[in-house]
């Protein structure tokens, strides 16, 4: 089964689960609890105690009394979906989104934009205090992006009946839309010419250059729509159709198998935040670790005397090469970052971790300090795994002197963070 879809394989389990669940008898009815809501998880949960348990709930905000009912009932904790407020946070708002609730893809459009940036950064600053011990740190304010519409880029899936949509938060199973209120307009408009026609498919992809006006649509709908798709004859799994953008006025081409920035407003905010804090002044040697498809690269060439870049995807590897073609500083590396680091006989006078969700393996913060940089800005995007990695990072010798989270996805429990260090 893909996507959550039924095909005719998925007969025969289920027949076996309905036999077991004939033989257990009714399934009981989920418990329901009434809980005054004390806090907010890093996950996007609403959190607050009954009988000295955690309960984590869906769709509610700290300060609210509401009626929970149980999806997991543990012996230590348990979680589950708001059913009925009976005091309403001030803050509460009707989503705006007819699939809010049924669909996955966001978390909070029942907070109003306001709270939920005061809500990120008291989360960065809850984890920093439990994970990394730092009960004082100061964490700026959130900053601010474009609440609706702002997504380049959406995996839709799609149903032997040829719609398109996305997945049930519940029970993954397949939900047809009409519109993605956090999606770009271009993205509406592809979704509602291949409404309906996506017969045979099992995604369609599509991603969007905001400031090049360039569409890509995966894979080809040609004959669907009138919108640029990717190449048919493709050379390898690596190689798919490309685009084009530009952050900061630098243009990037872009695989649809490589990372890139999903709010391109919000991305360009952020790395102009990156090379303030760099504050790089001409001749330093700079490392990219986790250099993606050359995005930091190609910034901070022409500030920087050289600029190493260590990434391991081979479609972002392909983009990079491309993107930074005409910087002679820029050199590439191949390779997972805690391989190379660790042997990279360099002595650079700054250095730039932008892992992926789970952070920088143990042994890439081990060569970190090793190499000590004097400047060190850590972008991350799970406020968790960062709080663990800075932890280590000032046992190492680091300061950390600023925190700083910006919002480059909306309506989502999502945070990104800027961290800046230095040795001392």
């Given at each position: 089964m893909e996507d959550g879809l039924f095909s005719p394989s998925d007969a025969a389990p289920q027949s076996r689960r309905r036999n077991r669940r004939e033989r257990r008898g009714p399934k009981p009815e989920p418990l329901r609890i009434d809980l005054t809501l004390a806090d907010m998880g890093h996950e996007g949960r609403a959190l607050g105690r009954d009988q000295g348990r955690v309960i984590f709930a869906d769709f509610a905000i700290p300060g609210e009394r509401a009626v929970v009912e149980l999806y997991r009932n543990r012996t230590d904790y348990g979680q589950g979906t708001v059913i009925q407020v009976i005091d309403a946070s001030p803050d509460r708002v009707t989503p705006p989104c007819p699939y809010f609730g049924t669909c996955g893809g966001c978390q909070w459009q029942h907070i109003a934009y306001e709270r939920q940036l005061e809500l990120k950064r008291h989360v960065v600053k809850e984890q920093l205090r439990r994970i990394a011990k730092l009960p004082d740190q100061q964490v700026e304010q959130t900053v601010p992006g474009e609440p609706w519409g702002y997504r380049n880029h959406v995996r839709f899936s799609a149903n032997g009946s040829g719609e398109v949509g996305f997945v049930r938060r519940a029970s993954r199973n397949f939900l047809r839309v009409e519109q993605c209120l956090i999606a770009r307009p271009e993205i509406n408009d592809v979704l509602a010419k291949v409404q309906g026609s996506a017969t045979g498919l099992h995604q369609v992809e599509v991603r969007v250059g905001v400031n090049t006006g360039e569409v890509l649509v995966e894979p080809n709908l040609q004959g669907l729509s009138n919108v640029e798709a990717g190449p048919e004859d493709r050379p390898s799994r690596h190689q798919r159709g490309s685009y084009h953008d530009?952050?900061?006025?630098?243009?990037?081409?872009?695989?649809?198998?490589?990372?890139?920035?999903?709010?391109?407003?919000?991305?360009?905010?952020?790395?102009?935040?990156?090379?303030?804090?760099?504050?790089?002044?001409?001749?330093e040697v700079v490392v990219d670790a986790y250099a993606g498809v050359g995005t930091f690269a190609a910034l901070l060439a022409p500030l920087a005397g050289e600029v190493v870049a260590i990434e391991e995807a081979p479609s972002a590897i392909v983009d990079a090469n491309v993107n930074t073609a005409h910087l002679p500083n820029v050199r590439h590396i191949e390779g997972k970052v805690e391989d190379i680091l660790p042997s990279l006989e360099l002595k650079p006078d700054a250095l730039l971790l932008d892992p992926p969700r789970q952070g920088c393996h143990p042994a890439a913060v081990g060569a970190v300090i090793s190499m000590a940089p004097p400047k060190l800005v850590y972008v991350s995007c799970d406020p968790a795994t960062l709080a663990r990695d800075l932890r280590l990072l000032i046992d190492g010798g680091y300061e950390l002197l600023e925190v700083a989270p910006i919002d480059l996805f909306p309506q989502t429990y999502h945070t990104e963070v800027v961290c800046t260090l230095r040795h001392v």
């Open positions: 530009t952050l900061l006025g630098v243009p990037f081409q872009v695989n649809m198998a490589s990372f890139f920035q999903s709010n391109t407003q919000q991305a360009e905010r952020l790395a102009q935040m990156v090379l303030d804090r760099l504050a790089l002044t001409g001749g």
